[in-house]
Every structure is written in C-alpha cells, then in structure tokens.
C-alpha cells in the first residue's frame, strides 16, 4: 500500500480475467431461460431506492410504502418491454433493519422476471438469498438457475466499505450473480431515463 492506494499485481488481476465466467444465463421465478449476459445483449428493467413516491392517480407524493413497491413490480411484470424488476422504492412504512427484506418479498409476489435486489446489510442479504432459494425449490436449484442478482453498491470512484464486501462475500458464497453499478458513472453513461436501469454486456473475447 502506497499513499493509501493498494496497488494489485497485473497478473493477479489477469488471473481473475480468466477464470470468471464469460457470460451467465440469468432465469425468471419460473427457472425459464430470460437474459443472457454475455456478447451484444442488452437489458432494461427499473430502478431502485426513492424513499418517497408519487401517486400516479392524484399525483399526490408520500413516502414510500411496500404496498407502492408491490404496485410498481405489477406494473413491472405486465410491461413486455421490461426485462428485469428492482424495489424501486426504500420502504418507509416497515423497520429499516428489514426493509430489505419486505421489499423483496413484495417483488418476488407480484413478478416472474428477474429481480435484482438491494441488502442493506450483509444479513440482510443472506436472508434474501435463503428466500430466494425457498422460491425456486433449493439453494442447489437457485445457483442452476438464478433469477436473483444481488446490488452491493459501491461508492464513487471505486470505494468498497467493509459492509459492502461483506455483502459481496456473501453473494460470492452462494454463487450468484452482482451488479455493480457506481451511480455517478452511471448518470455520467447512461442513455436513458434513471427511472430505466440498464445492462450492457462486454462482447466476449
């Protein structure tokens, strides 16, 4: 460590290059085949994490509730043009230390597409998982067919708190697929509405 930056051995790195996946099927709640990631597939599904929300009927604005967070993976699931869904909202109306928990529960009720989820602690996110797995029949089944994808978010540029690895760890030891998505790069990137979140997949070597 040098002036408080860690400096990784070029080929460290490109170890890790090639031994990670090139690409990953990712399934709906029914284990049927629904986004590839890998070469020139792109994806578009709903964001995540207003604490509050709009009411789409009186335009009245409230914090957020699991029932509006239920509301949007309906509307969600209903869209063709949707791939995937996100809580798009941070519950208000339940306790934060398992928010996360309410979120995805909703979700996963009310769509079939793939969900990508937000654990607000490492806990939080083992919990999810262990959902999850009951849904699709086993955590062995859940790892053949994942149709979760967990968000450990990051800080801008390249800042990982210890409970954000901690997260990682956890998404690592089940197998699953991450997102990571720093969101200044991303607004910086991005080539559509922040209410559309977006995947775009590296081409393979």
């Known amino acids: 460590m040098i002036d408080d930056l860690v400096y990784v051995p070029r080929a460290v790195v490109q170890h890790c290059f090639n031994t990670a996946p090139k690409g990953i099927q990712i399934y709906n709640r029914l284990g049927e085949p629904s986004m590839k990631l890998w070469g020139n597939h792109v994806y578009y599904g709903t964001s995540t994490a207003s604490p509050r929300t709009r009411n789409a009927l009186t335009g009245d604005i409230h914090p957020t ?52 989820f937000c654990g607000y602690t490492p806990m939080g996110v083992e919990t999810v998982f262990e959902m999850a797995a009951t849904v699709a029949g086993g955590k062995e089944r859940l790892k053949k067919r994942p149709f979760i994808i967990s968000y450990p978010e990051p800080i801008s540029p390249m800042t990982y708190p210890e409970e954000i690895i901690d997260k990682m760890y956890v998404s690592a030891d089940w197998e699953s697929p991450r997102l990571h998505a720093v969101p200044v790069s991303w607004e910086a990137l991005r080539r559509s509405p922040f209410q559309g979140a977006w995947f775009r997949c590296l081409p393979k070597p």
């Open 65 to 116: 509730r699991v029932e509006d967070i239920s509301i949007g993976a309906k509307l969600a699931d209903a869209l063709p043009n949707i791939d995937f869904v996100m809580p798009f909202g941070s519950s208000q109306d339940v306790d934060s230390n398992v928010a996360d928990l309410y979120e995805f529960e909703t979700v996963v009720h009310n769509t079939v597409k793939p969900v990508i």
